[in-house]
C-alpha cells in the first residue's frame, strides 16, 4: 500500500480551480464518505470501479469511453511490468503502479468529490491525458484525507 503520493506544484496549480479543499472538508462531514486508506484486495478493487463506472461512465463520450476502459484494463492486466510515467520538466520519471493507485486512475477517488462530468473534462484543466488528470485529482484527495 502506497502512504504518500506527490503532486507536483503544477498539478496544484491546474486543479486550484477545482477548490477539492473545500469540497473535502464538506463531503468529509457525511458518514458515508469512504475510508480508503486501508489494504486492497484485488477483488475489493474491481467491485469499487466497477460501481464508479456504473455511476459516472455514462457521461463520458462513447469514443473516450471506449479508449479509457482500453487503457485501464491494459494498465490492470500488465499493472506488474507497467508503471506511472510523469512528466517532470524535461525528464520523464516512472513509479511503480500499487492497487490504490487504480482508484486514482480509474477516477474512482475523484467521483468522491467531482461530478460525472467534471471528472472527464480533464482538458479543461491542461491535463494531457484522463488517466493524468484523475490520477492527480486521486493523489490530491489521498493527501487530504
Known sequence: MRFRYLVYPEAKDKLSPLNLKER????KKSEDFPYFKTHLLEEELVSMVSEMSKRGLESLPKDSRNLFMQQMNKLFKNRDTSS??????DKILKEELDLHDFLSMSGWTSSLLLEPKEIWDYKKFNFDSLIGFTGAVGALIWQLD
Open 24 to 27: 473535502f472538508v464538506e463531503e
Open 84 to 89: 506511472w510515467k510523469v512528466k517532470r520538466e
